[in-house]
């Protein structure tokens, strides 16, 4: 169900939501058929897929290419497009940007930061918006856990509720205590969606990459389901020793021409 009211009432029924990243269509249409909620097209793609070294360097067209991918995976699918580093730099850009992602077959935008008046402006225009507040990738050099003084939770859980306020439909919040994304989701009326933040929150939200074990990395807010990484290296050595070999292609995987063509081939 493409709907964001389904996941106001999931906060309601205390049903928890499950968020993962997703760039591509064939993960995509894996993740929706394994019942995941909601995917989102994070700007994580950056480092995790396109080889760049920030978040910063990903653009509008890097996410309008990578919804477009994801849509046509799980067209059923509800999904989020993420607005890159400076695609909310004035509210108008903000606006122009959700409505390209949001053509692209986003069904929500998300950004980063406490930005009430871009809430304002992409709600104006009849479309749904999520927030991100702690660690703010695009806006924080250093990865580290927000929120941890009582005067920065405070400003977290103030920060929270002015967004709500302006009519945010959802809430991402990354790396913070779980005291903390514990008083916002009590403060919000909007489902919130934790990474690192603990086990109070609406719902959790991973990177796929980091929960299939692409990498070694290992982070003390995942979990990892799989070691695809390994499997992609182990697939990759087998394939290179057949053909290597010329143990592959086999007999089977040969495609011949019919009995009498090829005599006419002369083959
Ligand atoms: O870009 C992303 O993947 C994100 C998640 C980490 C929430 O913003």
Do not use: W
Not at 7 to 14: P, R
Not at 107 to 135: N, Q, S, Y
Not at 185 to 190: C, F, M, N, P, S
Not at 235 to 251: C, K, L, N, Q, T
């Amino acid at each position: 169900m493409r709907t964001s009211r389904r996941f106001f009432d999931m906060k309601q029924q205390s049903e928890k939501i499950a968020m993962l990243t997703a760039y591509d269509a064939p993960t995509a249409r894996a993740l929706a058929e394994g019942g995941v909620d909601v995917l989102l097209v994070g700007d994580s793609v950056g480092t995790n897929m396109l080889g760049y070294t920030s978040e910063r360097e990903v653009t509008m067209d890097d996410i309008v290419h990578h919804v477009r991918a994801v849509r046509r995976g799980a067209p059923d699918m509800f999904i989020i497009g993420d607005l890159p580093y400076g695609a909310v730099a004035t509210v108008a850009l903000a606006v122009a940007n959700a409505k390209r992602l949001v053509a692209a077959g986003a069904d929500m935008v998300k950004f980063e930061g406490a930005l009430p008046d871009v809430v304002r402006a992409i709600k104006a225009e009849g479309l749904k918006v999520c927030c991100h507040l702690g660690l703010e990738p695009q806006n924080h050099e250093e990865k580290r856990l927000k929120g941890k003084t009582a005067a920065d939770a405070r400003k977290l859980v103030d920060d929270a509720r002015a967004l709500d306020a302006a009519g945010q439909d959802m809430i991402v919040l990354e790396l913070v205590p779980e005291e903390v994304a514990d008083a916002i989701t009590r403060a919000v009326k909007a489902p919130t969606i934790g990474i690192g933040a603990g086990r109070k929150t609406d719902g959790q939200v991973l990177v796929i990459v980091d929960v299939l074990g692409y990498t070694a990395a290992s982070f003390k807010h995942n979990k990892r389901y799989a070691d695809v990484g390994e499997t992609m290296r182990q697939s990759a050595r087998r394939y290179a020793e057949d053909v290597h070999a010329g143990a592959f292609p086999a007999e089977a995987n040969a495609f011949r021409m019919p009995k009498d063509e090829r005599e006419a081939f002369g083959a």
